[in-house]
């Protein structure tokens, strides 16, 4: 998992989040409900992928997200793969509505992880949560799913804004968690030899995924949200 912060730019961190889960769960919606808090009821699917730009503080850091939305549809997929390079961040998304699409989840969490180490940090979101009478999968189900592959999880409805920005500020709040635990690594380090690093203005932290996940104790982590 690598890391980016340019000191002399007013953004000290950029992070790489994507968006994935079949056609038509909500992804662009989502999206446009967090970056621009709009909603597009005729909605096409996204050809390809496409990205927003938010910034979000946290601690007193401005933290640049890079969204990305990759195209649910199968026949974009081999195209979207290159796509998972650099990200730190992900949200799985299914629809509540329909169970096919929850039961997908587990191909792509494996499609995510055969490209990033398993320390990216990954949010489960169940969408269209305003959708009651028609539900397909239970809260219950979705936050066991997450627990067992060690996920955040929550449930959102990008028609009614809730829960969206709580979805996307959890995955931007761990990534800079972790993120600051690797900078007092660093100047522990800089601490014992000064000249270990070499000089620069952009500083890369690779994640050992051994370390991460003594550290994290292989803790499940799980934030239980719905409307």
Known sequence: MAFYSENEKTEDYLF??????????GKSN??????????????????????????????????????????GQERFRAVTSA???????????????RRQT??????????????????VVTILVGNKSDLKDAREVTTAVGKALAAAQGLFFIETSALD????????????????NILSRKVIQTQELKQKDPGWMA???TVVL????????AENGQSKK???CSS
């Not at 999206?31 to 390809?48: H, V």
């Open 30 to 71: 989502l999206l446009a409900r967090f970056a621009r808090d709009g909603f597009y009821t005729n909605s096409k699917s996204t050809i390809g992928v496409e990205f927003q730009t938010q910034k979000i503080e946290i601690n007193g850091k401005e933290i640049k997200a890079q969204i990305w939305d990759t195209a």
């Open 16 to 25: 790489k989040i994507v968006l994935i889960g079949d056609s038509a769960v």
């Open 83 to 97: 796509y998972y390079r650099g990200a730190v961040g992900a949200l799985l998304i299914y629809d509540i509505s």
């Open 199 to 201: 000089n620069g203005k």
């Open 161 to 176: 804004s809730s829960n969206v920005s709580a979805a996307f500020q959890t995955v931007v709040r761990e990534i800079y």
């Open 206 to 213: 690779q994640a050992d995924e051994k370390q991460e996940a």
């Open 102 to 119: 929850f039961e997908s989840i587990g191909r792509w969490l494996n499609e995510l992880r055969s490209y990033l180490d398993m320390n």
């Open 222 to 224: 799980v934030l239980c």
